[in-house]
């Protein structure tokens, strides 16, 4: 039944919803196609005009209809290029936009309401910061106070907030209570991954495409370290192995994957031994929609939780088994001092000796090579050659080389001089496969800014590449060129490496947070998200376990039991904290509760009802069928129950006196015959 006659395009409750679902489909700005997104805001102005009163008629159903079948083959057509995640947000802010227009019965709103709560849900995909679940938790509100409105319009819009707002801090505590206690499942199915919402490193990298990443201050990851954090220059968080070289780019091997592939069908997983001193520590990583992940070598899973959703290349990679839609937590162990040729050597050292096949690619680097090559035989004198050529020719540090389009490695190391990272590291890992010492280059990042003791905070800006080369025996070996030319880069970081006014030039938002104040605001900002990122978002199954196993010692059916009876308890205990006062609130006033108790006698005696007569006019009523000493009795009361309600305040004895003539009363006619 609809609350008041006032049509839905005039009511509060549908300007509230337009507005709170015009908010919500705005807040999902990246994902969106521009178009749909204008869809949205234009249904919102049409249900403000229509609010307002300059526009009365709503559009037909026809009209609708048409509109829709068009945007759905627009958006059929866009869905190739998106993917299916997105082009399934898109269909659902679509279907809402367009009901939005139509809005003009109460099912109409219902379905809104719905449908900005399955938004909300949708937008936890894309963000789940604390800002915007704070930012989502407010629109929520909003909604339940529309729908509030819709149904009680005649109360304000601040008393229906207010009321609200008090349910859902009452409701926070067994939320809370529930979030602990119930079991955390593994999802039920897989998330499509959307085309467009890639960022940071990718397995192409070219000289240049690192140094465009130290324009971005995005956060990348959270390391939190149960003990002692590594050193400034043991901060190196491998991501990416690149073992594939054109004279130009370097890419995953196309054999390296395919023999990744066949390790996974062999469910066949790279474990290799371990010895030494070790770091364990906890990594919060951003979403990327890649399937790398992050860790400082020789990374390996530290529980069971995150061996099963980790899976250990045998390049020392290691890979989630879903790609990385949301925010992902997961717990390392890594070993630096172990052995690093526990590996298909063979493998390696073919895919690590691969070389562009035209001759005319780098030439000044091939017969730079080969002048190495012969003045040294053993193959740490030949790295150190190189690595002495970088010192002796006055090469640079900069996050703004020159471009190198045709021949990089050759004009980098001969004409240029300058560049960033992945210039010496390309160049370095090139010119070593040229002189037989199998290499290959490591992107990555390196560093990380302390957020508070134990916790490190890795950016974009700290995008890295390093090479690791082969050395008998020892395997693999580290060499970064990067800390022979700007040392200062790999104790301090990037911003100390560069020109302060070359450090996020682009980026001028970035700068301003540099500011005292603005950085203050900044570091409260990161430890209440990584706080929430910890402790809210990355409570997964094991957390709980841990958490159970706190309170009750050893975890067994019995005290699952127990503990799951106690919770039941402290809930229904919060609901009679709730509730109850607010019942002693709703009892009827003694002296109300007992005139009616007296009416009820009355009625069941003379079988007249009261209906909606006043006390007088009841007392007028009924007089002639009740006996003359009970027909004066109940005279009496109803004029002391006219001066006790309608009479200014009457003494608290007054209150007694007719409550006990009240039950006299009642005791005198049920003795008295049927009428």
Request: charged share 15%.
């Amino acid at each position: 039944m609809q609350p008041i006659d006032k049509p839905i395009r005039n009511q509060t409750a549908s300007l509230l919803m337009a507005i709170v679902f015009c908010i919500l489909s705005i807040s999902l700005f990246e994902p969106l196609l521009f178009w749909v997104l204008l869809i949205a805001v234009c249904a919102t102005a049409m249900r403000v005009v229509m609010y307002i009163g300059w526009y009365q008629p709503v559009p037909s159903s026809r009209t609708i209809n048409l509109l829709g079948l068009l945007c759905c083959v627009c958006l059929v057509w866009f869905s190739f290029s998106i993917g299916l995640l997105l082009t399934m947000v898109n269909l659902l802010i679509l279907a809402g936009a367009l009901k939005l227009m139509l809005l003009n019965a109460p099912r109409d709103l219902f379905h809104l309401f719905c449908t900005a709560l399955f938004v909300i849900g949708i937008g936890f995909t894309f963000h789940q910061s604390f800002v915007m679940t704070l930012f989502y938790g407010l629109l929520t509100l909003a909604l339940l106070v529309a729908l509030a409105r819709y149904f009680t319009p005649s109360q304000t819009v601040s008393w229906h907030a207010k009321r609200v707002l008090t349910m859902g801090i009452q409701a926070l505590p067994i939320a809370i209570l529930l979030f602990l206690i119930v079991p955390k499942l593994p999802p039920l199915w897989k998330m499509p991954v959307g085309k467009s919402t890639e960022t940071g490193l990718t397995d192409t990298v070219s000289p240049g495409d690192i140094a465009s990443l130290t324009q971005s201050s995005e956060l990348v990851f959270r390391a939190t370290f149960e003990g002692p954090v590594p050193e400034p220059h043991e901060r190196y968080w491998r991501a990416i192995t690149l073992e594939q070289f054109d004279g130009k780019q370097w890419t995953v091997s196309p054999l390296r994957k395919q023999a990744r592939q066949q390790y996974r069908l062999l469910n066949y997983e790279f474990s290799p031994s371990l010895s030494g001193s070790w770091w364990q520590y906890e990594v919060i990583a951003q979403p990327t929609n890649k399937h790398w992940l992050y860790g400082i070598d020789m990374a390996v899973p530290a529980d069971h939780a995150s061996d099963q959703m980790i899976w250990r290349g045998a390049d020392y990679q290691i890979l989630s088994e879903s790609p990385l839609s949301t925010r992902r937590a997961y717990r390392l162990r890594s070993y630096p001092n172990a052995d690093m040729s526990q590996t298909l050597e063979s493998l390696d050292q073919r895919l690590n000796l691969q070389k562009p096949e035209s001759p005319a690619v780098n030439p000044l680097t091939q017969e730079w090579a080969r002048e190495i090559a012969t003045r040294f035989s053993d193959p740490e004198d030949r790295i150190k050659a190189v690595l002495e050529y970088f010192i002796t020719q006055g090469f640079t540090y900069t996050l703004t080389p020159p471009a190198m389009p045709d021949q990089p490695v050759d004009d980098f190391l001969f004409t240029h001089q300058q560049g960033f990272c992945s210039h010496y590291a390309s160049a370095m890992a090139y010119t070593l496969r040229l002189m037989d010492i199998p290499a290959r280059m490591v992107a990555g990042y390196h560093g990380g800014e302390v957020l508070q003791p134990g916790v490190l905070s890795v950016y974009q800006y700290d995008a890295h590449a390093w090479v690791e080369a082969w050395i008998g025996e020892q395997g693999w070996v580290r060499f970064d060129p990067t800390a022979v030319i700007a040392p200062q880069r790999i104790q301090f970081g990037i911003q100390q490496a560069v020109e302060e006014e070359a450090f996020l030039a682009n980026n001028q938002l970035a700068r301003l947070k540099q500011l005292p104040f603005l950085a203050d605001l900044q570091m409260l900002y990161s430890l209440m998200d990584y706080q929430w990122s910890r402790w809210v978002l990355g409570f997964d199954a094991q957390r709980q376990q841990n958490l159970l196993a706190l309170l009750l010692g050893k975890v067994t059916g019995k005290s699952i039991t127990y503990l799951v009876l106690a919770i039941f308890g402290v809930i229904g205990l919060l609901l009679a904290l709730y509730f109850i006062p607010h019942w002693r609130k709703q009892q009827m006033e003694p002296v109300v509760l007992w005139y009616q108790k007296a009416v009820t006698a009355v009625a069941g005696y003379t079988g007249v009802q009261r209906e909606n007569l006043g006390p007088q006019a009841y007392h007028d009523k009924v007089f002639a069928h009740l006996p003359p000493a009970s027909s004066a009795q109940f005279r009496s009361l109803s004029e002391q129950y006219i001066r006790l309600q309608y009479q200014p305040a009457q003494p608290e004895r007054k209150t007694a006196a007719f409550v006990s003539d009240c039950k006299a009363f009642i005791r005198q006619i049920r003795r008295q015959p049927s009428a």
